[in-house]
């Protein structure tokens, strides 16, 4: 089954009342970058700055208030690496090297935007008046945005947008496809895969074009979001660019998976912790 695909499910904690840290001498924390960020027709204010910590590293900070700046609702360290199954970094450090085989092209309309902070109702709603179509949560802190590149360029000038990358065709593969990328045809010559696509009503459209490329469709409503296809290498690096494409994965028969499923999403813990069933 497709685990997951890109999105590493991250936990950042609230650090409440950043601007009042202190040190173990009680010496507060050196403040450094201030700046504030009004959010366009809402009375949200975000602030953020750096702090210089005990080991003398400078880290973000984030706080943010619903009232105009009178009063603060949270205050966050954050981490701005993005969890992709291909690689974590953060975008304004640097970004990982990507295949040209596997790189986004000039059609690619799928695109990765960042905040300073987590994601608000407000960004969503502007994203989706620009012209965007909001896909689902990355982490850390950004959306999988469906956009041209003019409305790139109006969501790339929002004030809370930290950065805005194309979401390139190797995010959407499973590692072994593309750790075997040069002998593609030696490893994977014809293969049913799993091909996980942005919304339902999409599976017609992908399903279609899967054919009409020659590859096989072996079942069409394989899942909400799923379906199953068996492909050549070079007509998976065809559907791997589609803008309906969000993950690709080798099939395989159905498992009893659902013990693994309970323990890794915490079913187990409030059952046995707290009664729920």
């Not at 173990?24 to 204010?45: F, H, L, Y």
């Not at 905040?115 to 950004?142: C, M, N, S, W």
Request: charged content about 20%.
């Amino acid at each position: 089954i497709i685990i997951g695909f890109i999105v590493c499910i991250l936990c950042v904690s609230p650090v409440w009342g950043a601007n009042e840290d202190k040190t173990d001498t009680g010496k507060q924390r050196e403040m450094t970058n201030e700046r504030s960020i009004v959010v366009p027709n809402s009375a949200i204010v975000l602030k953020l700055w750096d702090e210089t910590i005990e080991t003398g590293e400078s880290v973000p900070y984030y706080s943010i208030s619903l009232d105009g700046g009178t009063t603060t609702v949270r205050t966050v360290q954050p981490s701005y690496e993005i969890g992709l199954r291909y690689a974590f970094f953060d975008p304004l450090i640097g970004e990982p090297l990507v295949h040209p085989l596997l790189t986004a092209g000039e059609n690619t309309q799928l695109f990765i935007v960042q905040f300073f902070t987590q994601p608000l109702q407000e960004f969503k709603d502007a994203i989706t008046a620009l012209g965007g179509v909001v896909r689902h949560y990355i982490a850390q802190y950004a959306y999988l945005v469906e956009m041209s590149d003019a409305v790139r360029t109006e969501v790339e000038s929002l004030p809370y947008v930290r950065w805005v990358g194309s979401y390139h065709p190797c995010y959407r593969l499973e590692e072994f496809m593309v750790n075997h990328l040069e002998n593609a045809h030696q490893m994977y010559p014809l293969q049913r895969y799993n091909i996980q696509v942005l919304s339902p009503e999409q599976k017609t459209i992908v399903s279609e074009r899967i054919t009409g490329i020659g590859g096989i469709v072996d079942n069409s409503d394989a899942g909400k979001v799923l379906l199953e296809a068996t492909l050549t290498p070079d007509q998976l690096f065809q559907v791997v660019q589609w803008n309906e494409i969000n993950f690709v994965d080798r099939w395989g028969p159905l498992e009893s998976d659902m013990n693994n499923a309970r323990e890794i999403g915490g079913a187990n813990y409030i059952e046995t912790a707290a009664g729920y069933n």
